[in-house]
């Protein structure tokens, strides 16, 4: 069969990628990218303009990935919980509404004020050192073991050391070299093995024998031997340094290393000088050009946190042996306190995601209302207040004559095995009101995500939902993996994803009645305690050993799979697509749309045929041509859809206000997503930016307005808000279905 272009025919491959039947009208859909506080000024202006032109209110979905997803999460609050009365004449979240007038005065949201960047420094390290402690006390644990084992054979660090080219002396040090090379000779003889079956028997496909999984953990062993032989050197190498360190800096006596609060003390600096490499591979993660300086600094970073404990435990151990009762008191307290942390200390109680979700809430969860002197303010909506995503989906359906587009809010779930393409680490997955879930874990009804066992206030409300599609920070980033750096963000504890169940697990289905007794309820708690993501599922996620049948699945960024949220438009088969891009492109190379194309192309097998270039800056002083193109959606079936994709880009005619913006700051518009706190000048800048682009992407959509429903109140008018036009709902087979428009 020849090779030729794709014919017009559906693919069965790419059907199954799909969630909405094609329109047999129009479906419009708007993409809000992801980039922090940026995008939501960005966004938030972009939403406005098409607010004014009623193209908001004529919209099918809206699919929003992070800051995009601040300010649609947003208005889908405040239009569930404002009643009609309060909204003054001013829409919901337009230009001089009260909305945004007090996001105006919350754009330090994350650390407003000097107590606030306390709060927040205090709540990273309170995460660290719980997140941190049961490894610290797994590897005192160890070396102590290790080390009196050693003295109990009569062994000294130094007896461990390898003589030259010679046969060591040591018999622990020839049964180590035996291991290693015995493992290492036993899996070159599985291959031999599987070769000699295969000329006899018949070639096997990879993976159908015991041959290769044997052969690798037969390496494997051969590596955790390798390091237990270099232990004792890096252990006496230890010792050597501290006591260098004792005499020379701190001028004390050798002697005062055989104290226990000397030795703390010089572990507590070997740490502190482990964390400065830390954060200066944290401070460069950023920087493209100083890449591989952060891998070596990450590296030994998270090298340092685990060998430091271990390693002056092994040292003075070996050395001293059992001196008193106390130090198997010690041990046993230790250990204790690792088994209750297991139990009890979980990862979703201590992660940084809490204080992200409660930082949003604050700045974008509003509702509107009258003061006693008549006046309309808007103010937050009590924290403790669950908002289901759910509810808000039925609040806002219960109201008559009220419309929004549908809200999709993307995330990443992140996998590392061959689940997904080689190189993504990630896949899509997505939360709707009514069902959530994505290609690979199928789609379940919402509530059931809300309500499943979780431990007291980390419930999965619609302000956690905007935490995880913004959780750009986390070990597991996707595509933007790095190895070395995920270790080290993993241990300690910087990360802002969420642990949600697994929809395709086993305990998904299953409910186990709530105990009667004090005893069983006792065993209750323990047995899910111990199931909780705790230290294992951090050490797992530190080594990159996540899978798909795991209980519990990472979800982060949604900009780890996709930037823009634009395939879950394709997905959905919308005919016109306006997408909004305010990622930080300082290059101008376009990356997020180019990766967005490729994913439509190879997921949906939808072509795009746009080019972006008149919208792109490839000089920073150089003006771009236009703020948006448009071009066109080729579906593998149904009827072609048309693409407007509107950038953050100057263009020769933007406003003199962003003009001298430009010339008093020239990160504009392009400031980093790493800087969460803006100025009001900063943020009317970009709002005024998305504005213009808004404006800009109307005209190039065109729609007669004779096709355009008119807003009873922001984003409002005729139809359900919750399941309008191509709203999703939950099939029998656990795909969505959509119905068609009746336009």
């Not at 402690?133 to 660090?157: E, S």
């Not at 003390?265 to 993660?285: G, Q, R, T, Y």
């Not at 949600?500 to 105990?515: A, E, G, L, Y």
């Amino acid at each position: 069969m020849a090779l030729g272009a794709r014919s017009g025919g559906s693919s069965a491959s790419n059907d199954s990628e799909y969630i909405a039947a094609p329109a047999t009208g129009r479906r419009i859909g708007i993409s809000l990218s992801g980039g922090g506080i940026r995008s939501a000024a960005f966004n938030l202006g972009a939403l406005q303009s098409l607010q004014e032109a009623q193209v908001l209110s004529s919209a099918d979905y809206v699919a929003a990935v992070s800051g995009g997803n601040y300010v649609a999460s947003a208005l889908t609050i405040s239009q569930a919980f404002t009643q009609p009365e309060d909204e003054n004449g001013k829409p919901l979240w337009s230009h001089g509404s009260p909305e945004e007038r007090y996001l105006r005065k919350s754009t330090n949201y994350m650390a407003p004020g000097y107590t606030g960047r306390i709060w927040l420094g205090l709540s990273v390290f309170y995460g660290f050192v719980i997140n941190y402690l049961p490894f610290l006390l797994c590897a005192f644990i160890l070396g102590r073991v290790l080390g009196w084992l050693m003295f109990w054979q009569g062994v000294a660090l130094a007896d461990l050391g390898l003589n030259g080219l010679a046969l060591p002396t040591s018999w622990i040090i020839r049964a180590l070299l035996a291991a290693i090379f015995g493992c290492l000779l036993a899996a070159v003889a599985m291959v031999a093995i599987r070769r000699f079956r295969d000329s006899h028997r018949g070639v096997c496909n990879y993976g159908e024998t015991n041959s290769e999984p044997i052969a690798g953990r037969l390496v494997t062993a051969a590596w955790v031997v390798a390091l237990v032989l270099i232990l004792p050197a890096l252990a006496q190498l230890y010792g050597w340094l501290s006591r260098l360190m004792l005499t020379w800096i701190f001028r004390e006596n050798e002697v005062d290393f055989e104290n226990a609060r000397d030795r703390i003390e010089i572990a507590m600096v070997w740490l502190f000088l482990v964390m400065v490499l830390a954060c200066s591979a944290l401070a460069l993660s950023r920087r493209f050009r100083a890449r591989r300086v952060m891998l070596v600094l990450s590296a030994a970073a998270g090298a340092g946190l685990l060998l430091v404990p271990l390693l002056s435990s092994i040292e003075y151990s070996a050395r001293r042996g059992v001196r008193s009762w106390t130090d198997v008191v010690g041990l046993a307290a230790a250990l204790l306190v690792v088994l209750l942390m297991a139990i009890k200390v979980h990862n979703r109680r201590y992660s940084m995601h809490l204080f992200y979700r409660e930082r949003l809430s604050s700045a974008f969860a509003l509702k509107r209302s009258r003061g006693s002197d008549g006046r309309v303010a808007a103010a937050p909506l009590n924290y403790k207040q669950q908002l289901y995503f759910s509810d808000i989906g039925e609040r806002i359906a219960a109201q008559p004559g009220v419309r929004l587009p549908k809200l999709v809010v993307c995330c990443a779930v992140n996998v590392t095995t061959r689940d997904v393409p080689v190189g993504r680490f990630a896949e899509s997955f997505t939360f709707e009101h009514d069902c959530s879930g994505g290609p690979r874990f199928g789609y379940q009804n919402t509530r059931r995500f809300e309500t499943g066992d979780r431990p007291k206030g980390t419930e999965l409300t619609l302000p956690s939902i905007m935490a995880v599609s913004g959780a750009a920070l986390s070990p597991l980033m996707g595509r933007f993996t790095y190895p070395p750096l995920r270790f080290l963000m993993a241990l300690t504890n910087v990360r802002l994803g969420i642990w949600v169940r697994n929809p395709t697990h086993p305990s998904w289905d299953s409910s186990t009645p709530t105990p009667q007794t004090r005893t069983g309820r006792m065993k209750a708690a323990i047995r899910d305690g111990w199931y909780e993501p705790g230290a294992l599922y951090v050490l797992r996620e530190a080594l990159g050993a996540l899978t798909c049948d795991d209980r519990f699945v990472y979800l982060t960024d949604g900009g780890h799979w996709e930037n823009l949220g634009l395939v879950e438009l394709l997905r959905r088969r919308c005919t016109d697509v306006i997408c909004f891009d305010a990622g930080s492109d300082q290059t101008g190379a376009g990356q997020d749309l180019g990766r967005a194309m490729a994913l439509a192309r190879s997921e949906l097998g939808a072509d795009i045929d746009l080019d972006p270039r008149p919208t792109l800056r490839t000089d920073p002083d150089t003006p771009a041509e236009d703020l948006a193109v448009r071009g066109v959606i080729r579906y593998p079936d149904g009827p072609e859809g048309r693409l407007v994709f509107a950038k953050a880009t100057l263009v020769p005619g933007a406003s003199w206000d962003l003009q001298a913006f430009k010339a008093r700051d020239g990160r504009f518009p392009n400031h980093p997503t790493s800087q969460q706190i803006f100025t009001d000048e900063q943020f009317e800048a970009y709002r005024s930016l998305g504005y213009a682009a808004g404006r800009r992407a109307v005209e190039l959509l065109n729609i007669p307005p004779t096709q355009l429903r008119v807003p009873q109140r922001f984003g409002a008018a005729a139809g359900n808000g919750a399941t309008g036009n191509g709203a999703a709902g939950a099939s029998r087979n656990g795909k969505a279905s959509v119905t068609t428009d009746r336009r």
